[in-house]
């Protein structure tokens, strides 16, 4: 591909004699007798963070979950090893126009001591969807092919007209030489965030010189990242794959003669990069090329995010720098092409339901399929997804504000931030489409959130100091605050999301008791063995419904559920602790409706018990 070449910068932004860029209006770098203090500045928090974090995981309660999941299980040391981070990147940033690579440390180090600790140290799978991912990758080893016209209980089969990401992870397996995926399951958030940062910082860096802007935005993108799709899932691959996309489409798709008053730098904002050059025909058709197997390798793996992406390139159309309707048209023929062949059934089967869900602006919206959270972590965490959301809004707003030529020039990134939204109108996806539609909004929202704590550089004048001196004080507090954002919102319902392994075993054993062809039972599937080897099997999560469908059920427990029993069919019913945390903590049972449901079944002459402990409840239907 043709070479971007940057306009270089002003003199008056060039320390005299040493030919180093650094921002405008920074402080100037240190000679050469602040050396050993600034660098033990630079290395003293990653040591401290570092040992504090080690000292703190072994002493992690994981094993005894309580209400507020491992918010009061991680002990201070883990809280205080964050809290050095902050305060070390915070300091790096001094020197981020010299020393870029410091503040890239910290954002790795902060990825690590946030994302790490199950991966560190459970003893199993993390999250229910990860272990159900795990299932279909070991079906397809096993197997060796897809079959997307078989139908399948529990719209399983939507992961064989979208193999791409289990096929992927099948090569990955016998590659690596490893059992099954959940040998390396729970170190999938790390590793998407490894391999998110290059490709977020080339995105930041099309807009921006200002080192300082581009850190802070990828740490706030971070902290604001608390949705959790970042798992081994097929929406975090090719979430990361809708970055790369992007980031190509913006530094290599700028039309020649559009540029308009984006020619002359004076116009825009002193942080601004130098505005990439226009691309000829030939090298736009040749990024088509190398983005084709790109956008159909997100075809082949998830459902939404082609929608996500031809969304995200329809609206960088709408201006005249960035109108590629060649590129919109290859993707929505490949996102067509997937969908009408192997995702047929269910797109068919959406289209469908659209014209129930398109205009319910309020139904689309809810935040998942059940009720109110319910007990102090689910509780504790929709307050602080909201708090996040709300601050993160409020300083991209600033931003956008107050440098409204930062707005302007980084127009495609406000513009990638508002594609998801119409999302709302026509689809609710299980009710996930708010976290979906905040996903996709957040590498923008994330920028121009950093901007407004990280001043102009090049402004002089007294207005500037000031902003200086107020962006000092709120770059912390800001940071701290998304950082008490994000760890509810990551570990407060914890108790859903690990089963420590005789809880599975239990789960275990219970399919191999039942007949192939059995009906499973259970409360929801959010529990680590709902889908052992799903495709022998019918499945009933019996409390995904209405709540007051649940209210009735808990009146008769025994027989609403002998009567949704087909005559002659076997039919094993699972409950484990992991079920309770779920279903009370969602919303979907009342508290202590759980103790009301197992009292019920296991005093009804319909059903016997196969085996109880304290890890979970396994019954057998008794036909009368």
Known sequence: MQQQHRVPAPAAARPAGDGADVEAGAPPPARSGGWPLQTLFSWLPLLVAAALWLYALPRTGFRDIGDHGLLDRFPAAYYAALAVLTAGFVVTLRRAGTAPRWPAAYCVALLVALKAPPAVLYDGVRYAWAAKHDAVITRLLAEGTVHPYTELSGGMSAYDQWPGFFSLNAALVRAVGVEAAASYINWAPVALGVLTLPVLTLLYRTFTDDWRLVWTGVWIFQLANWVGQDYLSPQGFSYLLH??????????????????????????????????????????????????????????????????????LFTLCLTRRYRNIGLLVVAGLLMLAWD??????????????????????????????????????????????????????????????????????????????????????????GGEMLFRVYLFGLPGTAFFAAAALVPAAGA??????????????????????????????????????????????????????????????????????????????????????????????????????????????????????????????EGYLPPGGFDTLVAGLKASPLFRVVEESRHGLVLVHVPR
């Open 460 to 585: 002089a004048g007294r207005g500037a100091r000031t902003a200086r001196r107020v962006t000092a004080v709120a770059l912390p507090v800001a940071l701290t605050l998304l950082l008490a954002g994000f760890v509810p919102s990551y570990y407060g319902k914890e108790g859903m999301h690990y089963a420590p392994p005789a809880e599975t075993a239990l789960v275990t054993r219970a399919y191999d008791r039942a007949p192939a062809g059995s009906l499973i039972l259970a409360t929801t599937g959010s529990f680590p063995g709902a889908y052992t080897r799903y495709d022998r099997y019918e499945r009933w999560f019996f409390t995904e419904q209405e709540i007051p469908e649940n209210l009735t059920m808990l009146r008769d427990p025994a027989g609403y559920l002998a009567r949704g029993i087909p005559e002659g069919r076997r039919a094993y019913v699972i409950l484990t602790p992991t079920q309770e945390e779920a279903v009370t903590g």
């Open 340 to 429: 009408l062949t192997m995702g047929r059934v269910l797109f068919l089967e959406t289209l469908g339901t659209l014209r129930d869900s398109a205009g319910d602006l309020l139904g689309n919206s809810r935040a998942g399929y059940a009720g109110e959270p319910t007990g102090p972590g689910p509780e504790l965490v929709g307050t602080a997804n909201i708090a996040v959301v709300l601050l993160l809004a409020a300083l991209a707003g600033t931003a956008v504000l107050l440098r409204r030529r930062l707005a302007r020039s980084a127009l495609p990134l406000l513009l990638a931030a508002a594609a998801p939204v119409p999302m709302f109108a026509v689809n609710d996806y």
């Open 243 to 312: 970055l790369t996309v992007l980031v190509v489409v913006v530094r290599h798709f700028v039309r020649p003669g559009s540029a308009g008053p984006l020619r002359d730098r004076a116009w825009l904002d002193p942080a601004a990069a130098a505005v990439p050059p226009p691309t000829g025909t030939r090298q736009r058709a040749v990024c088509v090329l190398v983005l084709a197997p790109l956008i159909a390798a997100v075809n082949a793996s998830h459902q939404l995010t082609p929608v996500m992406l031809c969304a995200t």
